[in-house]
Structures are given as C-alpha cells and as structure tokens.
C-alpha cells in the first residue's frame, strides 16, 4: 500500500497567469481561440471538399460537424488553458512541475478556471450537472404539458420528439453519470488519505469536456430541423439517415461526454489502486471507494462501445457510409447490439455509486456497521461481472437470433440477486440501530423503497414473454424512473445533504431538507407509478398524442409531475441560503468515522496535513475505542468559501 | 429477536402485501386477452407479480418496522449493537431469490417455446410497415393487400413482417405478442386469436413524426366470416 502527501505549511500563490491578458489562459483566449479552431475547421474541410472535387462546398454537414462540434471546442479548451501544461512539455518549454496555484479556490471565480484540486472539480461537477438537471426537467415539463390532454397542443411531434431525446440525454450523460463522479471527485481522495487524484490535470481537462457535450445537446434545438428526434437510444437508421442534422450534434455530444467519463474512471482506478494511505487495504475501504472502483471498472470496459456505436452512426449521416443502412450491406441491429453493451452496463454505472453513498448514509444514521460489508463488496463485482452479460434483455423484441433470449434472460434475472443482497443487507444494518431521521437518511429510506419497486419491475421486462408484451411502452418508462430517479436521483439527494456539510463547512436547513425530500417523495410516486398501469394496457411510449381512453391518468400524472418539479425548488433554495448564510457546521456532523469527516470544513487544501494511519475498518460504530485511522487535526484551513 | 417482534412483522407484511394485492387486482390494468399467447403471458405476469408482492411486502414491512420501533431519541448519542453479519442469513438471502428467480425464468422459457411453436393449419400473414402506416397480405389467398389486419378465430396466424425504411414495431395489446421489423431481415410473429372483435394495431418503435399516428386495427372474426370476406377480397384484387 502506497500513499503519497506532500507536506504543505504555506499556502500557494493565488493564479497569477501573468502576462497580456488577451495571451494567457481564460475566457478571452477562450473566446477568440473557439473562433479561430472554429475557422481552422471550416477552412479544412473547404479545401478537403475542393481537392476532392465535392460541391456544395459548404455542406452543412461536415461543416457543422468539424468546425463546430470538434476543433471550435478543442480551441476553447486550449483557450481556457486544459492543455497549457502538457504543451508546454511537448514543445520544451519549462513546466512548474512545483507550483500548486492550481489548487484551491479563494474566490467564485477560481469555479470557472481550469483548476486541478479535486475538491474545486468535485464542486464545478456537482454546479454544472445540477444546472443540467434543471434544463432537463424542465423539457420533461414542457413534454408532460403536451401530453396532459390527448391530440397535439403546444409542440408539434418534430419538437416533442427532440424534448424526450434531448430530456433523457442530459439526465444520463449530463447529470447522473457525471454527477456521481463530482461526488465521487470530493470525497473519495478525503477518504483514501490521498492529497488529491493521482492525475490532476487529467481531472481537470475530464471536467471541461462536460460543458461542451451539454451545449452541444441543449443548442440541437436552435439549429435548422430541430433538435435529435430519435430518442437517447438513437437507433438507426432512423437517427442516422432519417433525421435533420440535430442528431449529429447527439451523437457527437455523447463522444465529449463519453471522453469526460473515461477519463474520470481511469483516474480513479489508478487513484483508488495507488493512493491509499497506509493501512488502508481493500478490505477497510469505504463502500463509497469500492462502489466508484467498480463504476469505474464498468466505465473504462463499456464505454467505448457507445463511442463506437456514435461514430458509426454518424459516418452514415454524414459521409454516407454503410455500417447501419441495410440496402447496401449494412447491418442495424449491429448498432443495437453496440449500443446496449455500453448503454445496459450504464445502467449500473448510474448505479453503483449511488449503492456507495446509501452504505456509508445508512451506516452512520443507524450508527451500526455495515451488515456483512465483504459481501456488500463482492456483489458489486459481482454486478460488474454480469452486467455484461445482459446487454440483449433490450431486444428482445428486436428480431435479433431468438435463441439468445432465453440465457439473456437468465443473467438479466441472476442479476436481481446482488441487488436484493445489497438490500437486505441495508434493512440488516439498520436492525436494532439507533436511527436519526435527517435529511440524508430520508432519502436513503426513499431510496429503499422506490428502488424495490424498481428493481422487482425490473425482474418482470426480465422474463420474456412479460417484456414482449410490455417492451416501449410506459411500463418501461416506469421502470427506467424507478431505478434512476426512484433510485439513483434520491441517492444523489443523499450524497448532496449527507455531505454539504463538509464541501461548504455550513449545514443546510434540516426542515427544508425534509420539506423537500416530501415532496419529492409523494410527487415522485404520484407521477410515475401510474405509468406502470397505463404501460401495460397499451400505452406505448415516446408519443406525442394518444388514444382518448387514457387522458385521465396522463392528466394525473402531468399535474403530478409539475409538482414534483416544484420540489426542486425548495432544493436550489436550502442550498444557495445555507452556503451563504447556514451555520457552521462543525467538523464532523454525523459523527462519522470515515476520512473525509476527520479533516475541517471545509478541508484544507492538500486535505491531510499529516499522512493518516488506517488501522480499522470504517464503520465500526459501537465497537468501544475502535478507530478506523489515526489523523493529526487539521493546521492549516481552507480560505473562507465565497458562496454561490 | 422477539416473539412480538416477529408477529408485528408479519402483521405489517401482510397489510403491506394485501396493499399491493388490491392494485394489482383492482385495477385494471391488463388488456382483456384475445390471443393464445396474450392468456399465457397473463400467466407469467401473475406468477411474478406474486412473487414481486410477496418481496416488496417482506423490504417494506421490514422498512416500517424499523422506521417506527428503532428510531432513536433526539438526545440519544448511542451507537447500536456491533453486528458485523450472519453468515447464514447472508447465505439465505443469496440462495432463496436465487431460487425465485430460476423459477421465473424456467416458468418464462416454457411459455415463450408454447407460444412461439405453431398450430397446424396456420394462416400466413405478410406485414409491411412503413412511415407511417402498415398493410397486410395475404399469400395463402393469392397476396391481396388490406390496410386493416383480420384474423380468423382459433386459427394459428404467423405474420411476417418487413419494413420500407426504418424500424417500426407491430404489437396489439390484446394479442401480448410484439415484434420489431427491421431493415434488410425478415422477422415473424406467431399469434393464435381466440376472442371475436376488434382491436388496434400500435406502432411502438419510435419511427419518425408520425410515430403517434401509425395505428391500424386488427379484427377478429369467425371462421366463416374470414373465408367470405378472403373471398370477396380475392375477387376485387382480381378484378383490379
């Protein structure tokens, strides 16, 4: 076990940069750098398009496609200063392999600046995702408008189509992916005892990819033909020879997303493999750290799947390639295939972590340990290990080789098994505990409940002959709520209540935090539920109109749904007053015995002053004197935060 | 653990597990079958859906118990009891879901095999879909066309389907089966109508604008019935 600190008695000079303004990294050389990459791109494939002999020259297609959506956002990144550091090594200039003024925020603006602390990363993820999870929300508004009466009111189909596209793109690839990673990035350097991750600049760069892939799929709506119209599965030919240019900017905004993601799981990995601190063996780590080192297994394996099956689709559209298109050899179920064996492990990505912060959550609020924590371990790998085995369980309506379904179905249902370990496990932790209903508790126990459900209509689309009836239609927009809202998003609640205390030093507003977990709660329930029933009796799903005999229920749940979106509300407000003005919250609230809750609050700035000496396990509550480290307290302290 | 905690359970469970119960039979919410297949599946559905209650009638009893008798006082900094786990409930619960789950899906695999094997005597049906539309034909009675799909009852129906330009997908509630037609493969679907009447025919495969639109209805009819209109049908595409 290897563990590395650097001892730090000063603090590092504030980000000077130094230099012409219009010269050194930010927003400026941003700006016109994004310009200029824009312009290098569009003059490339001008003359490409000349040499070859291909006329229009400007054919919006690869125009779009290279100017805007690859070198204009790599000149932005450059602009902003991702690369400044490795550029200056390649090109022989002197690195400041010693200069730590990337780390550490003093003012909001460090927020918008390329930074390499982890705890900085881990905050501007959380921001952007969130903010992502607000535009997203808020399409699924305006969809549930247009669905609360049956015919067509305020969108029309080519809009509406775009709304649940660009609605479910985000929330994957925007919010629940990546915002698991932000969450991950604050807290699992703190409880390893690391100073920061193994790779910080690759942190960094990993962050900025984010912003680009949402812009690239919110502004598909404000381009000619509309936004990508063929839902986030993207199937083709459909989306890729059937729809306006929109889809490329999907199919593209998933390669930015898809970049950020693997390269945040390969620096875990090699954070969580090398960076312990002394003592920490695999066995005393946190569940949290195993939940993100199988995420990130999952991710670094599967994801270049969806890369690929994004390019492939896109070389279709856009220069007329054949991998997809059938009337000249191509194959579509080929991309189905592709597709799922990212987009079924992505399921679990969206879940793991989200299993990590429910053990850590409901260890300290039941102040137990946890109920059989190997096992809690191995049936996550177990969960890595057949989750890729499931991938056809989403096809198998599809058409594809019949005698693939029944073993598909096998290990879609063996699955089912670590899962309910994981939740009986959890109702054992809290057995003769001492419970303490906070916030992040109430969501773990909403999390619970939902995830059941979720979990056991899982097993049904598991059994054939049920998923043939019920397949694409919203009995699987149920089910895909359940488990990533029901689950995974309540979760996130926790993990955002749970530790707010120790990003921000101040606690939030307990009664709003219940206030709002209520709300979610009954909204939730109330929008999604009866869309099992409607699902089943043949409401088919991704629908812009439908038949008359279910406009009461989608009346219930459209209503519903604003309530529930109202919710967020009261969320938004508890943290922007509570990061300005909540008291402060002391060092550690829980009274939790992981790392992260041993160092202030905020933590300074290298997070230990002294390397921490593991020597138990991390839960260990009501096991008299046992200690899961030894830490020195904390010398030197964060600056005051600056607030929102 | 004791004896009154068990019975408060158990308690719990079963008003829990009745709850679920009531929604699931209550309401309304499985298409009146009209296929073979449809009635099958029906059985699989419930077969699950039991074992499902009995599962969420177990977390949530459980949950509710622990919620109300196990919540400390807000001025109790006690931790609990140091359990670190019990190997022989770790197993149990490894083993019996293991055990359900086999169930399900041996249970599914018969179903699926009875209602994919044809009957004798069965009736081909050609399917085209096509943005936004569909169209049947009928090759056993010399290929004429209809827009509208009618079967004849008790008969085994095996459609055939194919596709213009992108992926579409022919399912009618009331029948269970579902099946995706898919550029460049023939891809078929094997229904036995058993109730006489009519139905729609849904799309369900996102497949462009008109997605919501692309419906068509599918009629039952007595054999007699279906022999007069194949007939009748036969004639007008001769004629034309």
Partial sequence: VTAATVPHEVHAPAPSGGGNLFLRAGWIRAAWMFCLFGAIGLGLVVVFRWWAGWYPLLDPAPVTLVAALVSAPLGFLAGLGAFDYWAYYAIGNPTRPEDHSGHGARSWRDYFRVNTDHKVIGVQYMVTTFVFFLIGGMLALLLRAELARPGIQFVDPQTFNGLFSVHATLMIFLFIVPVFAGIANFVVPLMLGAPDMAFPRLNALSFWLLPIAGIMMVSSFAISGGAFACGWTGYVPLCSTHQPLGAVFFNQGVQWAGASSIMTALNFLVTIITMRAPGMTFWRMPLLVWANFTTSLLVVVATPFIAGSQFFSMFDHVMHTAFFQADQGGYPLGYQHIFWFYSHPAVYIMMLPGFGIMSEVIAVFSRKPIFGYRLMALSLMAIVVLGFSVWAHHMFVSGMASWLRVPMMITTLLIAVPTGIKIFSWLATMWEGKLHFNTPMLFALGFLSMFVIGGLSGVMLGAVPIDIHVSDTYFVVAHIHYVLFGGSVFTIFAGLYYWFPKITGRMYDERLGKLHFWLTFVGFNLTFFPMHLIGVEGMPRRVADYVPKFADWNMFISLASFGLGASTIVFVYNVITSWRNGPPAGDNPWRAMTLEWQVSSPPPIFNFDEIPQVVGSPYEYGVPGAKHAIVEPSRTKEPEEVGV | ?240
């Avoid at chain 2, 936004?132 to 827009?147: H, I, T, V």
């Fill in chain 2, 1 to 240: 653990m004791r004896r009154g905690s068990i019975l408060t359970l158990v308690g719990i469970g079963v008003i829990a597990g009745g709850l679920a119960t009531a929604v699931a039979l209550l309401l309304p919410w499985l298409p009146h079958p009209a296929a073979r297949e449809a009635t099958r599946i029906d059985l699989v559905f419930w077969f699950v859906i039991g074992i499902c209650i009995f599962i969420f009638a177990l977390v949530a009893a459980a949950l509710l118990y622990i919620v109300v008798r196990f919540r400390a006082a807000p001025d109790d900094d006690s931790d609990g009891p140091p359990i670190h786990g019990h190997t022989g409930l770790e197993i149990a619960w490894t083993i019996v879901p293991t055990i359900l789950v086999t169930a399900i899906g041996i249970f599914s695999a018969v179903v699926l095999a009875r209602n994919d094997a044809l009957g004798k005597n069965v009736l081909h049906v050609d399917v085209t879909a096509q943005q936004f539309a569909w169209s049947f034909s009928y090759p056993d009675s010399g290929g004429f066309e209809s827009a509208t799909l009618r079967l004849p009852k008790g008969q085994s129906v095996l459609l055939t389907l194919h596709t213009k330009d992108v992926i579409h997908s022919f399912w009618v509630p009331e029948f269970g089966q579902k099946q995706d037609t898919v550029p460049g493969l023939t891809t078929t679907l094997h229904i036995t109508p058993d109730r006489l009447g009519t139905f729609p025919v849904i799309c369900t495969e996102l497949c462009g604008l008109g997605h919501a639109a692309m419906r068509s209805t599918a009629i039952v009819m007595t054999p007699a019935a279906f022999a007069a209109w194949v007939k009748s049908q036969s004639k007008t595409s001769a004629k034309g």
